[in-house]
């Protein structure tokens, strides 16, 4: 039927092509004069980690690997301009545990998977949302610890970090706060405060803690320094001598003080000032009456514990600020007083501790602080008259000895601190006068000092945030900035034109638009200020389209779109509202009329909707007598009921996710009587079943599984398994056991009658990721895409979601390459078919993409071109040479879709059900189409250009090749089409029945 088109349309290039910039959000200027104040909490093998403050999130996780493309934002646990993570710590998998601060829960512990950029709940220790009282963590084998502070007593705990992994290892009574470290393979876990100082050693697993020299009642420990070769460092008391310097190996026995210092039960304070574990020794200063505060070395013996130099004469006090071993001794920081000091080295004798560079030899470095050891130097902060503190280096010599760049001109401070070692260089932060203190990189074979990112006005942060994105048909509906203002409801068509406010804003306070569902008249959301929406509206994405429904004074607490939220066949949302502090279910058509309590759930407020099967509403409730279970309801007394008592008695079922699989609802338990289930519903109790936990898929990870047409795919592991719910029906689809180590599988993505997955190989600072396809058989499972091992690419992509572009539809992804940084990528399942898609930041530069959608007939995304800020842009299907057939409008009886991607030189098919041997035509017209609203369906075809006629088959269902040329000027045309059955007593007129609209795009 194409044949006899006659349309124009340009050649489309098939490499990334320059997205549309919809509109700059947000002009704010940067965060101010302080800058993102990065602070490292973690680092490993050239990754390091630490927070940074943003005008967007507050203070954020950030990883870098020392590259600009290898610099990225996790996901905000609690979104806006709260800061949400604590402190965090890489576990030896590669996971990441988090201390981080959510709405919902608290200050709790998360988890962040390997390749994954987004934290999740790994448990609620405190419930509710008063948060825990977590320790640090270290890690002991594969596990993760560490201690939460209940009362008078600390629990230790372990994890591996995957959901189900949290145990409770012991409790330390009449402890109220502890801190564990790992050394030599075992956990040591000090009391906290120091004036409690009690100590304990884990050796193992299941083994309860061993409290250290517990026979000593007044044995505490102030500090525990760390390894000195095979034992350990302490500052401890026996409670008769005072603090002194203590080695142990962790017995009672091997534990002993390393001399009397200062005699008596005054003690000599030691405080570390370097650990040289590599020479057997460490630095440290004590006092004592005749000598004052001074530096002291030791091997871990008394005989070789000593004073290194009275650097204060007599009885006065050395002064000490900092020290670093380094050069075969100890650089640090000494003076007549900590704002006089300088640079000094020291090789563990007097006649060797000197200043580095000593008055009338040189330019004085004075304050030095924060060395970091990288290419045979040492890299710190120091400061002079004339050029306030900066970057120095040293070789432990006078001569080497020099600032690196005076970074902030003149006098003023550039306080540039180096941080840690990167793949790539000296991470330091620093202020050069422009962007406050942001994170910059140090190259030591160059010396040469570069500007990493400017967080606080980069699009992560200083760009808009767009929260709350959803799509409806030809709109979506988020909260942006516009012209930099305050926060207010927006709406795009994924045009710069169509990308403006829907007039609810309020010049003196953020307004947001929290989507609720997607209805056929538009999309429901609430709005209200951060966190207390009062005001249910929707949107056809005009102004004039957008009204208020209902209004709860109270306030709503919000769960967010798609959560606890259910849409009917008779377009009804069902959702639950928690208006001070009374729980009910409403239920919503769009209209006000048709926007009110649901009844017969008075009597159930606990009832949460989760799936609709047809008019029916599946979910959870919580009664006395049965505890929280899975319940249905039609919306009437004598239709609401328990389907059934998976967890018998009052115990609770703890359904976690609901997914639409076969015809009804597949829920996940994790129940107590049951390791894990999933169970399959639909909507009666005779068919309320488990389908049975697959033998290979542990219960902890029943919630990956992703339902894919009539099976389930499971990511365990380095495997990909699938299954149709039962053990015989389960098997390993594929696996990566062969390459060696492999991290991860990957969460597949479903498109259609196929899925993609991205397994990841090798060590974390050396990652190579693969993109697969599969379509559910091992034959059917091929590699499209090899990332090359690059420390660049450890974090750089990810699949992002799949999108309809025919009955297989398209991945969307993002990949690091040198050539263009880390864009977004897009996949039609073929090896030819997987190519750059945008390139937003032009050349090697990555706008670390976000994809949110497709609207129509192009996809929108976040991304920072490195001009505007992290913002809305767009990219057209016709631009980027892509076919799409998608479903636009609503039908009614009968349905369309087109097989394959539609495309120049190829042949396409389009499948239409109906009733049987009916006569029927189909209507052919030009883009952009109009709504033409009847009280049952919708007429979407404009300007038509061609019609057909032909009629369906005796099973309603008709296949009509269609052969598209292979023309290049037929590349990016897009057009309509809809198909009207003659059936007796149809929706339309009494004698029609509609397809839903197609639009077409005509891809390369």
């Known amino acids: 039927m194409l044949l006899g088109l006659s349309l124009a349309a340009s050649l489309a290039s098939q490499g990334p092509v320059t997205p549309t910039l919809l509109v700059d959000l947000d002009t704010r200027p940067p965060l101010g004069p302080n800058g993102s104040t990065p602070l490292v909490v973690d680092s490993h093998n050239g990754t390091v980690w630490f927070l940074a403050t943003t005008a967007e999130e507050g203070r954020e996780l950030f990883e870098t690997d020392g590259t600009a493309g290898g610099t990225f934002r996790f996901d905000p646990i609690r979104p806006g301009e709260d800061s949400s993570v604590a402190f965090a710590h890489r576990m030896p998998t590669g996971r990441l545990l988090l201390h981080g601060n959510s709405p919902a829960f608290g200050q709790e512990l998360f988890t962040v998977a390997p390749g994954s950029r987004t934290p999740q709940l790994l448990q609620d220790l405190e419930p509710g949302p008063g948060g825990s009282r977590i320790s640090r963590f270290a890690s002991l084998g594969a596990e993760g610890w560490f201690t939460v502070s209940r009362a008078a007593n600390t629990e230790l705990w372990r994890t591996t970090g995957v959901l189900g992994s949290t145990l409770l290892e012991e409790t330390l009574v009449g402890v109220e706060s502890a801190t564990p470290v790992t050394i030599h393979g075992k956990l040591w876990i ?58 142990s190996d962790g017995t009672d026995a091997g534990t002993v003080r390393l001399g009397d210092l200062a005699a008596g039960a005054a003690g000599s304070d030691p405080r570390l000032v370097a650990l040289d574990d590599a020479n057997g020794r460490a630095w440290f200063t004590a006092s004592t009456p005749t000598t004052g505060q001074e530096l002291w070395i030791t091997d871990g013996t008394a005989a070789g514990t000593r004073m290194v130099a009275d650097l204060g004469p007599g009885s006065a006090d050395g002064s000490f600020a900092s020290g670093h071993a380094a050069f075969g001794g100890l650089l640090f920081a000494s003076g007549p007083s900590l704002d006089q000091s300088s640079l000094w080295f020291s090789d563990g004798t007097a006649g060797g501790t000197r200043p580095v560079v000593a008055p009338g030899q040189g330019v004085v470095p004075l304050w030095p602080s924060h060395f970091v050891e990288a290419a045979g130097k040492v890299w710190f902060q120091a400061g002079t008259a004339a050029n306030g503190r900066e970057l120095w280096s040293t070789d432990g010599t006078r001569v080497g000895t020099s600032m690196v760049v005076d970074l902030k001109a003149g006098s003023d401070d550039s306080h540039a601190e180096p941080l840690a070692v990167t793949a790539n260089g000296v991470l330091v932060r620093a202020d050069d006068g422009a962007t406050g203190q942001e994170p910059w990189i140090l190259e030591p074979a160059t010396a040469n000092l570069r500007l990493l990112d400017n967080l606080a006005a980069d699009p992560l942060t200083g760009g808009n945030g767009v929260d709350f994105f959803l799509e409806h048909d030809d709109f979506a509906l988020f909260s942006g900035r516009p012209n930099g203002g305050r926060i207010e409801p927006m709406v795009t068509d994924g045009t710069a034109a169509g990308t403006v406010p829907l007039g609810l804003g309020d010049p003196n306070a953020d307004v947001l638009a929290n989507p609720l569902a997607r209805l056929p008249a538009g999309v429901l959301f609430f709005i209200g200020s951060y966190g207390n929406p009062t005001d249910l509206w929707i949107t056809d994405g005009s102004v004039s389209g957008t009204r208020s429904i209902a209004t709860f004074p109270g306030g709503i607490e919000w769960f967010g779109p798609d959560d606890n939220v259910a849409v009917t066949d008779d377009g009804a949302a069902w959702f639950r509202v928690h208006d001070n502090g009374r729980l009910s279910v409403w239920k919503s058509d769009g209209t006000s009329n048709g926007t009110r309590q649901v009844q017969a759930l008075v009597a159930h407020p606990d009832f949460r909707p989760e799936q609709a099967i047809g008019s029916r509403v599946v979910g959870s409730n919580r009664d006395a007598i049965f505890g929280d279970e899975l319940w249905v309801t039609d919306g009437t007394a004598a239709g609401t009921r328990m389907l059934a008592d998976l967890e018998p008695g009052p115990a609770d079922s703890f359904l976690r996710r609901f997914a639409q699989f076969r015809g009804g609802v597949l829920i996940e338990q994790q129940g107590f009587s049951v390791a894990g289930a999933l169970i399959f519903t639909d909507g009666t109790a005779a068919n309320t079943r488990p389908l049975g936990v697959p033998p290979a898929v542990p219960s902890n990870l029943l919630a990956n599984f992703v339902v894919f047409g009539e099976r389930l795919l499971f990511p365990v592991g380095s495997d990909l398994l699938v299954s149709d719910g039962t053990a015989a029906g389960t098997s390993v689809l594929w696996s990566g056991a062969a390459r060696s180590p492999v991290l991860v599988a990957g969460s597949p993505v479903v498109s259609g009658d196929r899925a993609f997955f991205m397994p990841s190989f090798g060590p974390m600072d050396l990652l190579s990721t693969e993109l697969w396809v599969t379509d559910g058989t091992t034959a059917g499972t091929s590699r499209l895409l090899a990332l090359p091992p690059n420390r660049a690419t450890a974090h750089s992509g990810g699949l992002m979601q799949s999108l309809s572009t025919g009955t297989n539809g398209r991945a969307v992804l993002s990949r690091w390459t040198p050539q263009i940084g880390n864009e977004l990528w897009t996949s039609d399942g073929t090896v030819a078919g997987t190519r750059p898609l945008a390139d937003s930041a032009p050349g090697p530069l990555s706008s670390r993409p976000m994809l949110l959608g497709r609207i129509e007939d192009r996809y929108v995304f976040l991304a920072d071109d490195g001009v505007h800020g992290r913002e809305l842009h767009a990219v057209a299907f016709a631009d980027a040479a892509i076919g799409l057939a998608a479903p636009i409008g609503r039908g009614c009886g009968a349905s369309v879709r087109m097989v394959d991607e539609p495309r120049i030189g ?99």
């Open 190 to 247: 000090h009391e906290y405060p120091p004036a409690a100082g009690r100590l304990w050693i884990k050796d193992q697993v299941g083994s309860p803690s061993r409290e250290l020299l517990q026979s000593l009642g007044g044995f505490r420990v102030r500090a525990v320094f760390g390894a000195l070769g095979s034992r350990v460092l302490l500052a401890a008391t026996d409670g008769l001598t005072g603090l002194e310097p203590w080695i």
């Open 906 to 1004: 190829r042949s396409a098919t389009l499948s239409i059900h109906s009733a049987a041997s009916r006569p029927a035509g189909l209507v052919i017209g030009l883009a952009p189409s109009f709504r033409n609203p009847s009280p049952t369906c919708e007429i979407n075809v404009a300007a038509p250009i061609g019609i057909g006629a032909f009629s369906t088959d005796p099973s309603g269902r008709t296949d009509l090749p269609l052969v598209i040329p292979n023309d290049p000027a037929l590349q990016g045309a897009t057009f309509l089409l809809q198909s009207a059955i003659a059936t007796p007593g149809g929706a339309l007129f009494g004698t029609v029945e509609l397809t839903e609209g197609l639009l077409v795009v005509v891809g390369g």
